[in-house]
């Protein structure tokens, strides 16, 4: 693998995993530009990270030097900022949930089809090895077919953080808790068990919090073919608990918990993967390690050198996008919860 030029746009709070990752990966990375409109925040990045910053973008996209661009700027600017960087000629890697309706991330992964560019979406929790291995084992078969399941994100986040401004609002961040915590784990569910088809949903914003929003979502759902399912997310739980995954097959039972897969077979045997560790489920969004982020560069870094789809591409946030289009739509119920 040959080291590719790389920059950086957006140094606001999901930067950290990515620039630790960066410079783990410095064989493969040449990080040329990190960029911010605020210098203040060009000043703070670069006394913690060994990057060269800077605030003129236009810059930046004229240097052919750089090669791929990962985008971390807020959602409501990933289709303008994304157009520019495909436009120039740039492989694309952007943070969820890629714009703020699901026409920006379909229009986005048309516009890197049409110029021949890799498109990658920061799906982290995909190169977990908890996931992974459970991924291995329904492609495999063995487990037989899906039964029922059920996909829990019971998270907290406290009021501070909603104060933000723009925070939780459809001009800034495009939605709540589906699209801004959830959809990770979404996106991991629809992964291991093809298609989600939502039949009803409860959306509302409950007494916890103060948001254009909603923090609470209910839904029930078919996984697959035809296993009855059951999601709920919400950032009203205090203190946050582990996000969860449940699928009963007909030879066992999987749990994907946090960053722990737990199966026990029907005939007694027993396998864990992975281990305890904190995934920002509580107050801070960012406690956790990077490792994952990692793994996820350095899958769109190989990906570029091998001409091929990253593992998480276009394809898959559009489809979690119109899964939470669908939470959000198909609903019984909707509102300020008393």
Do not use: N
């Not at 973008?57 to 661009?69: G, K, M, P, Q, T």
């Not at 915590?181 to 629809?190: K, P, Y």
């Amino acid at each position: 693998m040959r080291r590719r030029g790389i920059a950086i746009i957006g140094l606001g709070l999901a930067v950290r995993p990515h620039a630790l990752s960066l410079t783990d990966l410095s064989a493969s990375a040449d990080v040329l530009y990190a960029v911010s409109q605020s210098q203040a925040r060009c000043q703070a990045f670069a006394a913690e990270y060994p990057f060269p910053t800077t605030t003129d973008i236009d810059a930046v996209l004229a240097d052919a030097r750089v090669e791929a661009v990962i985008l971390l700027t807020p959602p409501s600017t990933h289709r303008d900022l994304g157009t520019r960087i495909l436009e120039s000629g740039r492989h694309l890697l952007v943070e969820k949930p890629v714009g703020l309706v699901t026409a920006d991330a379909e229009a986005l992964q048309a516009l890197a089809k049409a110029r021949q560019r890799k498109l990658g979406v920061v799906f982290q929790h995909r190169f977990r090895p908890a996931f992974m291995r459970l991924a291995e084992l329904v492609a495999e078969g063995g487990l037989g077919p899906l039964a029922a399941g059920q996909c829990l994100v019971p998270w907290w986040r406290p009021q501070s953080y909603y104060d933000e401004p723009g925070r939780g609002t459809l001009a800034r961040d495009g939605g709540g808790v589906l699209l801004t915590q959830a959809i990770h784990t979404l996106d991991l569910l629809r992964a291991l068990v093809g298609s989600v088809e939502i039949h009803s949903s409860l959306v509302s914003t409950t007494a916890m919090h103060r948001m254009e929003t909603e923090d609470h979502v209910a839904a029930l759902a078919t996984f697959g073919a035809r296993a009855p399912g059951m999601i709920l997310a919400t950032t009203a739980c205090f203190p946050g608990f582990s996000e969860s995954i449940d699928l009963v097959f007909a030879r066992g039972t999987a749990r994907l918990e946090g960053g722990m897969l737990s199966l026990h077979r029907h005939d007694g045997s027993t396998e864990t993967v992975g281990q305890e560790q904190a995934f920002g489920s509580g107050a801070d969004p960012m406690a956790f390690a990077h490792d994952a982020h990692r793994a996820l560069i350095a899958d769109f870094l190989q990906a570029i050198d091998e001409d091929r789809a990253p593992v998480v591409c276009g394809e898959d946030i559009v489809a979690t996008r119109r899964l939470i289009d669908a939470m959000l739509t198909r609903t019984i119920s909707k509102g300020k919860a008393p």
